[in-house]
């Protein structure tokens, strides 16, 4: 019924000011990414020596920017395919852990009562703040010799050092205290109704977040998951420091800066390449984007 | 002989196939542990769950937290009163370095800048662009559009607007930068947009701009679409005008939504440094905390003024955060 | 999700062809190095057989296909694989991996100023071996800059390039009538003459390198410290002996300026600042300006990215082609040279580790190196034979018989000054048009008290 009533809305709502305006500024936020894509498929001397837009009056379309970059790799430069299947090994598990225990722990904070609980739950929220490169040493401190304290070995050399798992934890802990801040927003706006009517009828704690917490949460951790992804893929500090140096678990965006700098020219590479990087969060974006509309920050309305 | 094209495709071939693997099992292995968690924990007695509790849903991601944020911040706070290389106490010397050296004021003064304008232009275009698609036809298209630049890495980002920004000095030499063209199409004398302070800054700002306010509008739209039918077509029937039920009920209704992009857009803005490193490597007058903190402690190898920028940045968030608690007082005494 | 896969298939046919040709491939090679005479050169590394040895550098591709090429037969012969991994990241990753606890094997330091950090806080001391063959090739100056703080030998050299170069087009002078200047009055009389027939500006410039930004600008300083004062004050200034804001640097940075901050020569002095050092060539290759002062590398970039060829100074008819004359002193007899290399340090004491660190400092490889084109060495082993480039081949007479050789003073220098205030001050001089005394006054200010 509620579609009914929107699709009558629909019609008295619109105007087409405010249609043409958006349009206008979608337009605009577009232009700078549509150059990539005409430069993308320009040759090399045509990209550094006239502007995208003569594209159009002049077009000279060549593919090979792309099948360079993707296919041919060098001696010791694996192709970039090998580092898109990087980047998915990196972010499909660096989204999961994160997001998973994030929801664990927004849960504990929103509805267990304990003493300091606003404390933790600010301190977490405070922690958003830590910058991320002053915490890669002790980090990769602990990844690489374990932890002790006076001798006494707490955490042992694990021997995780260039394979995935330093990066994954490391996107775990980065991503979350804006999770847990984010998802706890959510889930204490779960009326407190259908808390106390699933504890009457004799749910414990672990039962009431499997069959009720968790399948209410779900469109908000879908919609924190595109972010996180969104994050995770486009990283480019973290999977620099704690892949090690190690080839064989380095992201796309590893890749991509190395092709950026050393030379003034390279543009034909590193547009296609830069594109290429760009579609997999495209497709994310729009295969969940319905997840929004119920998503992540619903629950933040009051009523 | 092609050797350079061959090599690479074997181990291209022999790392995929793991890469998968790898992929597959770790997250197998990790839902398959909860899922035994809570198997189990669901048998368990309720004094025993109840201790339980904290153990599974809390303990994990304090612990991570713990180490991997919280020691960290402490070092940092101990090395900012140590000399470059941590080997002595200098008291507040970074301080007071921080605060007396020119550069680092013009550091300190475009933070202020980035995070006064980001969030707020920002949040002001998603919120109006939400407004504006709210009821529109087609709108996933408009949206995603603007939602695209969050898609991008700033490696990318980087690249896209060297394309907009890039300025020719030679008149022989034709102008690949979109901007410097549209002037010369207008007649007007293009600058040298990344050079010139105060305006590079602002045009550094805007590529921020561009990308957050995807984020912002995306969250913000869909607070809209909870606000319940039944009020807005009350103040249909009522002849609201469309901007006085934005500003009296679209508004009001979602405003914790906005406080927390607020809030979530402001943080990342105070930590960027990569559209500054990238763009002009903090020359010019468009230099930020991030971006000296990094350069700071990595370039230069000073741990001492690189922790006492962080830990600047740390105070700098506190009003924020001070905020949000109160925010969230709120909200609780009125359930 | 289907593209994909298909896209998987391709590769997969790929690989397997790939495969095919490789296997091919490694048993005709098999044949021909089958026998020991080719690999009997390396048999001081054996007992290494199946070993990795990780080298950490700031060269990337394309160049870096070269350095693992020429290491090719090193590899197959001695079973140890060198792994080359390369980023533009280096410079802070490497106090990262150090500290963390993740530190390469053999790290390519492209300054002795960052090499110095790491003496004694991780770097291992080079083995006797790699010291006497050090001793043996390369002049003491160059051991110098490869030994600690605390004395202890660490690095030995590997690449290195000459900066006293101003480049040019043969055919844009002879078209011309101008003629190469052999003192600095002459080299500003000629810059008068070109700027006066007004069809070309005289100077190229461009100090953009993303946060390494100012650069170039300092290598004019160096470049100019060299001649209007002596090796002792160079030195003096290097190690603060003598102040930055010194009235011998006043008279350097005063020099410097009647070119760069001249918008007769150079034009808009301002955007010096934005345009990136490998755009800056490119005006003389398409003739747009006369003269760029740069480093014997910008060669192999020019050539690459903007299509210039790399002649010899009496090629005047070829198109696009670019060569050298020495960045003139203020007397024609007063010939130094500034230059800059890379220092290969160890992490590791491992036999492997230490059998790579060896091989790099041998003649044998030095010229197999060189011959692959586009690099050079000071190793005094080296072939100018194997130098095919004319402007790499002049650098490495410049280097074997200079009577004053000085390192790049900013990657000696501080990193506070050498990677910071020096760059960064340059950029301010020509960017906000920051006057010479400021930018001596504050980077005198920013050296750090020890």
């Known amino acids: 019924m509620s579609t009914l009533n929107r699709s009558r809305a629909k019609s008295a709502f619109s105007s087409p000011i405010a249609s043409a305006a958006a349009v206008v500024i979608a337009t605009l936020w577009t232009i700078p990414t549509f150059g990539l894509l005409i430069s993308s498929i320009r040759p090399e001397q045509a990209i550094n020596n006239s502007g995208w837009w003569t594209f159009f009056t002049n077009p000279e379309i060549s593919f090979e920017n792309y099948e360079k970059v993707l296919f041919q790799g060098t001696l010791i430069q694996p192709p970039m395919v090998q580092y898109f299947f990087n980047s998915l090994a990196i972010t499909l598990p660096a989204v999961v852990f994160p997001i998973t225990l994030a929801v664990f722990a927004a849960y504990a904070l929103a509805w267990f009562d304990f003493k300091g609980r606003d404390f933790i739950f600010f301190s977490i929220f405070a922690l958003q703040v830590v910058p991320l490169q002053l915490t890669l040493i002790p980090l990769l401190q602990l990844f690489a010799k374990g932890l002790s304290i006076n001798g006494i070995t707490i955490i042992p050399n694990l021997g995780i050092t260039g394979t995935y798992i330093p990066i994954w934890i490391a996107h775990t802990i980065f991503g979350l205290p804006l999770a847990i801040f984010l998802l706890h927003n959510f889930l204490r706006q779960i009326p407190r109704e259908l808390v106390e009517a699933a504890k009457v009828d004799g749910a414990g704690w672990f039962t009431m977040f499997r069959a009720l917490i968790f399948p209410l949460s779900i469109p908000a951790i879908a919609s924190f998951a595109i972010f996180q992804f969104l994050w995770v893929w486009n990283d480019l500090l973290v999977g620099l420091t704690f892949g090690a140096g190690s080839k064989e678990v380095a992201p796309m965006t590893v890749r991509l800066a190395e092709m950026v700098g050393t030379r003034g020219g390279g543009w034909e590479v590193l ?22 509309v119920r998503g992540l920050l619903a629950g933040s309305v009051k009523g | 002989m092609n050797v350079a094209m061959m090599i690479p495709q074997r181990s291209l071939w022999d790392t995929v196939l793991p890469n998968l693997t790898i992929l597959g099992i770790a997250i197998a292995a990790f839902l398959g542990v909860i899922f035994l968690i809570f198997v189990l924990a669901e048998r368990a007695s309720n004094n025993v769950q109840n201790i339980l509790k904290y153990i599974v849903f809390l303990a994990p991601a304090a612990l991570l937290l713990l180490i991997g944020l919280i020691y960290p911040a402490i070092r940092t706070l101990i090395f900012s009163f140590m000399n470059a290389n ?71 980002a980087g690249i896209i607007w060297r394309f907009v920004y890039t300025y020719e000095a030679n008149v022989n030499r034709p102008e690949i930068g979109l901007l410097s063209s549209i002037w010369r199409a207008m007649e007007w004398e293009p600058r040298n947009w990344l050079l010139e302070a105060p305006l590079n800054t ?6 921020m701009v561009w990308i957050q306010t995807g984020f912002a509008m995306v969250v913000l739209s869909a607070a809209m679409r909870n606000i319940p039918d039944e009020i807005t077509e009350a103040a249909l029937l009522d002849g609201t005008s469309n901007f006085r039920r934005f500003t009296r009920i679209t508004i009001p209704m979602i405003r914790a939504t906005i406080v927390v992009v607020l809030t979530t857009i402001t943080i990342g803005t105070l930590k960027v440094f990569d559209i500054v490193r990238t763009m002009t490597g903090g020359n010019f007058q468009t230099n930020v905390i991030a971006n000296e903190m990094y350069s700071q402690s990595f370039r230069q190898m000073n741990y001492g003024t690189g922790s006492a920028l962080a830990i600047i940045l740390f105070v700098a968030i506190i009003p924020i955060i001070i905020y949000n608690v109160r925010q969230l007082r709120l909200e609780r005494t009125e359930r | 999700m289907s593209i994909f896969r298909r896209r998987a298939m391709g590769l997969g046919a790929i690989a397997v062809a790939a495969l095919l040709v490789l296997s091919a491939c490694s048993s005709e090679s098999d044949t021909a190095t089958g026998g020991a005479e080719n690999c009997e050169a390396y048999a001081e590394y054996a007992g290494n057989e199946g070993t990795t040895v990780e080298i950490y550098t700031t060269i990337i591709s394309p160049e870096a296909d070269l350095f693992v090429e020429s290491l090719q037969e090193f590899m197959d012969c001695t079973g140890i694989t060198v792994n080359w991994n390369g980023s533009q990241e280096f410079e802070a990753q490497i106090s990262v991996r150090v500290e963390g606890g993740t530190a390469p094997d053999l790290a390519i330091f492209p300054q002795p100023g960052l090499l110095a950090k790491f003496a004694g806080n991780g770097l291992v001391a080079a083995p006797a071996k790699v010291a006497e063959s050090v001793d043996a090739n390369y002049s003491p100056d160059w051991k110098a800059y490869g030994t600690g703080p605390d004395g202890v030998f660490y690095a030995a050299p590997l690449g290195a390039n000459v900066k006293s170069f101003v480049w040019y087009s043969p055919k844009t002078f002879a078209d011309n009538g101008w003629s190469i200047p052999t003192t600095w009055p002459e080299l500003l009389a000629l810059s008068d003459e070109i700027a006066a027939g007004g069809a070309v500006q005289p100077w190229c410039a461009g100090f953009g390198s993303g946060d390494a930004t100012g650069w170039v600008g300092t290598d004019w300083m160096e470049d100019l410290m060299l001649r209007f004062n002596d090796a002792a004050t160079y030195d003096a200034w290097v190690s603060h002996d003598i ?55 910008i060669g192999g970039i020019l050539a690459a990215d903007y299509g210039a060829t790399i002649v010899n100074p009496e090629d005047t008819d070829v198109e696009g082609g670019i060569t050298t004359f020495y960045f003139p002193g203020v007397s024609a007899d007063q010939r130094p040279a500034l230059g800059g290399g890379e220092f290969v340090g160890a992490f590791s004491d491992r036999p492997e580790v230490q059998a790579v660190q060896h091989y790099l400092t041998t003649a ?16 005094k082993g080296l072939d100018t034979a194997n130098v095919a480039d004319p402007v790499n081949k002049v650098a490495v007479e410049i280097l074997q018989n200079a009577t004053v050789f000085r390192f790049d003073a900013s990657d000696v220098m501080p990193a506070a000054v050498g990677a910071g205030s020096f760059w960064k001050e340059m950029t301010a001089w020509v960017a906000e048009n920051k006057s010479n005394k400021a930018v001596l006054d504050a980077i005198e200010a920013s050296w750090p008290t020890e």
Not at chain 3, 263 to 283: C, L, M, N, R
Not at chain 3, 364 to 379: C, I
């Open chain 1, 271 to 292: 547009t296609a390449g830069a594109f290429v990087s760009t579609v997999v969060p495209l497709i994310v974006f729009f295969a969940l984007q319905r997840y929004f």
């Open chain 2, 86 to 156: 941590s080997s002595e106490f200098v008291g507040f010397d970074n301080y007071t370095w921080a605060f007396t050296i020119p550069e680092i004021r013009i550091v300190l003064r475009n933070t202020l800048i980035w995070t006064l304008l980001v969030p707020i232009l920002s949040t002001g275009l998603g919120l109006a662009i939400a407004y504006m698609t709210d009821r529109m036809k087609r709108a996933a298209v408009i949206k995603s559009l603007i939602f695209m630049p969050m898609a991008i890495s700033f490696v990318g």
């Open chain 2, 202 to 207: 602002l045009l550094l700002i805007v590529v």
């Open chain 3, 243 to 297: 102040a930055f804001n010194d009235p011998k640097v006043q008279t350097v940075i005063d020099e410097a300026a009647k070119i760069l901050k001249n918008p007769d020569y150079v034009g808009d002095v301002a955007s010096i600042a934005t345009t990136t050092f490998q755009e800056g060539g490119a005006g003389i290759v398409d003739g747009t300006c006369a003269m760029h002062r740069q480093a014997s590398f």
């Open chain 3, 364 to 379: 044998d490889w030095n010229n197999k190196k060189a011959a692959l084109g586009g690099w050079f060495s000071a190793h």
